[in-house]
């Protein structure tokens, strides 16, 4: 299913129910990705916030604006994640489907006789070669140039323990949570549609003194993978798994690294070290030989008290 793409009647009609008691929101991932990059729509929220409080609502209750608001993003992360996956490209089901693979056989085949054909009858059969320099070289084989991304969704109790909070990054990629927080995780992995997709991840977060910590997959259920499956998205897709952080306070830089095939933990956490030794980006991170694609994003973690 295509992911919603809303304007800003759409997205103050959605906040406007939301604000009237409607804890439905509909399409909440639609809402908050504009949220994210329309500054009005977002001034607009701060302001039903803030009336929602000059109003009289507890700060800290269940059913102020932007409790309801957590909990319709927090809603549709479940949601989302439950749902099927997304079905795989036709080109894709052609070269791994029985009956499809037996079709596309045949088409390749008469398109390489027709391609012979006028290889051989053309009138370009007695051209001349082009020099060397106009040849053309497969270039950045190591890499993806799909579209590869994780948000980050701290989950943790309010005052009471009875209603759960939601905190995302803001728009810089930092996002504060407490150290007995739960991570939720979104995952945009999309690939270019003439290459294999890239099928696994990692999750590391890496500490100030280097010190490297393995999210995903948690050891000890998997203590030698670095990584593990990961579906093909091409929308921003809740991974299914529950993070939990129980870890001291201090800032931690999260790298996602998406792959094709598996990863082996002792080689990357060798690659890590030398990556971070030499004080490289994140997205600079060099897995020439481990992987034949991959894709490197980073996320920044501040643990709170």
């Given at each position: 299913?295509?992911?919603?793409?809303?304007?800003?009647?759409?997205?103050h009609?959605?906040?406007?129910?939301?604000?009237?008691?409607?804890?439905?929101?509909?399409?909440?991932?639609?809402?908050?990705?504009?949220?994210?990059?329309?500054?009005?729509?977002?001034?607009?929220?701060e302001?039903?916030?803030?009336?929602?409080?000059?109003?009289?609502?507890?700060?800290?209750?269940?059913?102020?604006?932007?409790?309801?608001?957590?909990?319709?993003?927090?809603?549709?992360?479940?949601?989302t994640?439950?749902?099927?996956?997304?079905?795989?490209?036709?080109?894709?089901?052609?070269?791994?489907?029985?009956?499809?693979?037996?079709?596309?056989?045949?088409?390749?085949?008469?398109?390489?006789?027709?391609?012979?054909a006028?290889?051989?009858?053309?009138?370009?059969?007695?051209?001349?070669?082009?020099?060397?320099?106009?040849?053309?070289?497969?270039?950045?084989?190591?890499?993806?140039?799909?579209?590869?991304?994780?948000?980050?969704?701290?989950?943790?109790?309010?005052?009471?323990?009875?209603?759960?909070?939601?905190?995302?990054?803001?728009?810089?990629?930092?996002?504060?949570?407490?150290?007995?927080?739960?991570?939720?995780?979104?995952?945009?992995?999309?690939?270019?549609?003439?290459?294999?997709?890239?099928?696994?991840?990692?999750?590391?977060?890496?500490?100030?003194?280097?010190?490297?910590?393995?999210?995903?997959?948690?050891?000890?259920?998997?203590?030698?993978?670095?990584?593990?499956?990961?579906?093909?998205?091409?929308?921003?897709?809740?991974?299914?798994?529950?993070?939990?952080?129980?870890?001291?306070?201090?800032?931690?830089r999260?790298?996602?690294?998406f792959?094709?095939?598996?990863l082996?933990?002792?080689?990357?956490?060798?690659?890590?070290?030398?990556?971070?030794?030499?004080?490289?980006?994140?997205?600079?991170?060099?897995?020439?030989?481990?992987?034949?694609?991959?894709?490197?994003?980073?996320?920044?973690?501040?643990?709170?008290?």
């Amino acid at each position: 299913m295509p992911r919603r793409h809303l304007d800003h009647d759409q997205v103050h009609l959605a906040l406007d129910r939301l604000f009237a008691g409607d804890d439905t929101l509909e399409d909440a991932f639609a809402v908050r990705e504009h949220l994210r990059a329309c500054p009005a729509c977002a001034l607009r929220f701060e302001e039903l916030a803030a009336l929602d409080h000059l109003l009289g609502a507890d700060p800290d209750g269940p059913d102020t604006f932007q409790a309801r608001y957590s909990r319709a993003v927090i809603d549709a992360l479940a949601r989302t994640a439950a749902a099927p996956p997304e079905p795989p490209p036709l080109w894709r089901r052609l070269l791994t489907d029985p009956l499809p693979r037996a079709w596309a056989a045949a088409l390749a085949l008469i398109a390489l006789l027709a391609a012979g054909a006028l290889l051989a009858f053309g009138p370009w059969r007695d051209a001349p070669s082009p020099p060397p320099e106009e040849r053309f070289a497969a270039r950045g084989a190591d890499h993806d140039a799909g579209a590869h991304r994780i948000d980050l969704f701290c989950v943790h109790d309010d005052a009471d323990h009875a209603t759960p909070r939601f905190t995302e990054a803001d728009p810089t990629g930092l996002l504060r949570c407490p150290q007995h927080a739960e991570l939720k995780l979104a995952v945009l992995n999309a690939s270019p549609a003439d290459q294999p997709p890239l099928d696994h991840l990692a999750l590391v977060a890496v500490a100030p003194d280097g010190d490297l910590r393995w999210l995903h997959p948690a050891p000890p259920a998997h203590p030698g993978d670095a990584s593990a499956p990961v579906p093909a998205a091409a929308r921003l897709r809740p991974f299914g798994e529950t993070l939990r952080l129980q870890t001291a306070p201090q800032t931690l830089r999260v790298y996602a690294i998406f792959s094709q095939g598996p990863l082996s933990r002792d080689d990357l956490a060798e690659r890590l070290r030398d990556h971070l030794q030499h004080h490289n980006p994140p997205h600079l991170l060099d897995l020439d030989g481990l992987a034949p694609r991959y894709a490197v994003t980073s996320r920044t973690l501040e643990v709170t008290p």
